[in-house]
């Protein structure tokens, strides 16, 4: 990937930012996904992009750089094409059953499916208007993240999290690394147990 810079000038231009890179799936180098808002209090002004999120005071280098005007319109642009929604995989091959509708019409695979259809947080509209084939609309599942636990001497449960780049743990779950199963693979020893993020 190449490396993006952004330069913002408000907390609130830095919080969009971050938002956008959350939603793309990139984190912080130590894994961790919050505003750091003291960073940018600080003098943090540019937001880099590359495999993970860094930031700077200045622009090291002089890397061409964006402001943060330019970087959203850019992501305008690029939600036109399709608003992608993410569901877990059982949602989404129930959705895909529904829009098969075999041996009924698709109101009435709607219809009989509707309680189900209430219950997925996305919102009826842009459900009804992915089952009747809008290209703006997309579903895709959620690709499946993993953990690494272990019990401690105590016959607690630790998870593995990143400290400033290094393995450590924490008593709390949602305080852990989560990642693909072939990224976690590869933090996993004897020590480690393998865990599905719900």
Do not use: C
């Not at 913002?8 to 938002?19: F, I, N, R």
């Not at 930031?55 to 608003?83: H, L, V």
């Amino acid at each position: 990937m190449t490396e993006i810079v952004v330069h913002v000038t408000t907390l609130e231009q830095w919080k969009s930012v971050l938002d956008v890179w959350y939603k793309q799936g990139y984190d912080w180098p130590f894994g961790g996904r919050e505003y750091s808002e003291n960073t940018f209090e600080n003098g943090g002004r540019f937001l880099f992009l590359d495999d993970y999120i860094t930031y700077s005071r200045n622009n090291p280098n002089s890397k061409p750089f964006i402001e943060y005007s330019e970087f959203m319109a850019q992501q305008k642009e690029e939600n036109k094409m399709a608003t992608v929604y993410e569901v877990s995989q059982s949602v989404f091959d129930e959705l895909q059953r529904i829009k098969a509708h075999e041996g009924t019409s698709l109101i009435g695979a709607i219809t009989l499916n509707a309680q189900f259809i209430k219950s997925i947080n996305v919102g009826n509209k842009a459900i009804l208007r992915y089952l009747a084939d809008d290209p703006a609309i997309e579903f895709k599942a959620k690709e499946q993240l993993y953990r690494l636990r272990r019990i401690d001497e105590g016959d607690s449960k630790v998870y593995m999290k990143f400290s400033f780049g290094t393995p450590d743990w924490t008593p709390l779950r949602y305080d852990a690394f989560t990642a693909p199963l072939e990224e976690i693979k590869k933090w996993q020893t004897p020590a480690w147990s393998l865990e599905k993020v719900d």
